[in-house]
């Protein structure tokens, strides 16, 4: 009888623990690509291979700081639920003259614009940021958000794979931040999720929904170039700008990302080509003024 209540429970724990898993392979299906989840978000990028973007003579990778994103995730606890909404949010990257399109078609499909800035300074083409939200369906979401990529060049499939000739060694800075990285290329890829709990519209929101510092370095020679944005609270702004002033990296911008966050998040982007164990000491030094998972 034991034997019969163990396995009882185990097997309506293992259903348990399957129920609470989203099925994004409808989601998958209308973009036409896999997507990655983490935490209970579905996330799926489309970087801008067809741009080419400079910051002076430094060409910006797609990866660095030209990647548009889309996160969804279910509102209620039951994500297998028919009556589970999903919320969806993220960040296109695009031309100045894609804007003009892009946000009018966002809103005629009843979707949010949450904010619209730069990420970066004196590049070439002019790059702008939009963020959108949206709640429902997650099918009709993801509809809703191609047919605004559909407006854009936005190249909704990766091109053929290259093969890597170079692959940069990032010991001595990931010896610096004191945790590895993400090595994609000659690009070395890092999130610092914050330690507070942080929601939007009072949903709790993971890091992997664009809720952590991110930090991109990418390989040019014996020098890198790094952008990102900090997430901060307001009474960390200014010693963060400090940190990264007296360290040669430039603040690029300070703005939201969101509308009804809480406790309420300002992002700094930034930017610098320098040595890169001397730009991983700055880097060090403000996220040593964070609230952040070192």
């Not at 949010?89 to 695009?94: I, S, T």
């Not at 890091?207 to 901060?232: E, P, S």
């Not at 700094?268 to 998972?293: I, Q, R, Y």
Request: hydrophobic share 45%.
């Amino acid at each position: 009888m034991k034997t019969i209540i163990y396995f009882i429970v185990t097997l309506f724990s293992v259903f348990y623990c399957h129920a609470q898993q989203a099925d994004w392979t409808e989601v998958e299906n209308v973009f036409g690509k896999k997507g990655a989840v983490q935490d209970g978000v579905f996330k799926i990028t489309f970087p801008r291979y067809d741009l080419s973007v400079k910051v002076g003579d430094f060409n910006v990778a797609p990866g660095l700081a030209l990647t548009s994103w889309v996160g969804f995730i279910k509102e209620s606890s039951d994500a297998m639920s028919m009556e589970s909404k999903t919320m969806m949010m993220g960040d296109m990257v695009l031309l100045d003259s894609e804007v003009g399109k892009v946000l009018p078609k966002i809103v005629s499909l009843n979707l949010e614009v949450t904010a619209l800035h730069n990420h970066i300074l004196g590049e070439k083409p002019t790059i702008k940021y939009v963020h959108f939200s949206g709640k429902g369906d997650a099918v009709t979401l993801a509809k809703s958000i191609l047919a605004v990529f559909s407006v854009t060049g936005t190249p909704l499939k990766a091109p053929q794979a290259m093969a890597q000739t170079v692959k940069p060694d990032w010991t001595k800075v990931e010896a610096i931040l004191g945790t590895s990285g993400k090595h994609n290329g000659i690009l070395l890829q890092y999130t610092f999720p914050r330690l507070e709990q942080l929601t939007e519209s009072g949903m709790v929101m993971p890091a992997y929904m664009g809720m952590a510092t991110g930090i991109n370095f990418q390989l040019d020679g014996d020098k890198a170039a790094i952008t990102g944005d900090f997430v901060l609270l307001a009474a960390e702004v200014n010693a963060v700008l400090k940190a990264l002033t007296e360290n040669g990296i430039a603040v690029t911008a300070i703005h939201n990302h969101m509308l009804f966050d809480n406790p309420r998040l300002f992002m700094m982007h930034f930017w610098a080509v320098d040595n890169p164990e001397k730009l991983a000491k700055g880097l060090k030094a403000a996220l040593d003024k964070t609230n952040s998972k070192k």
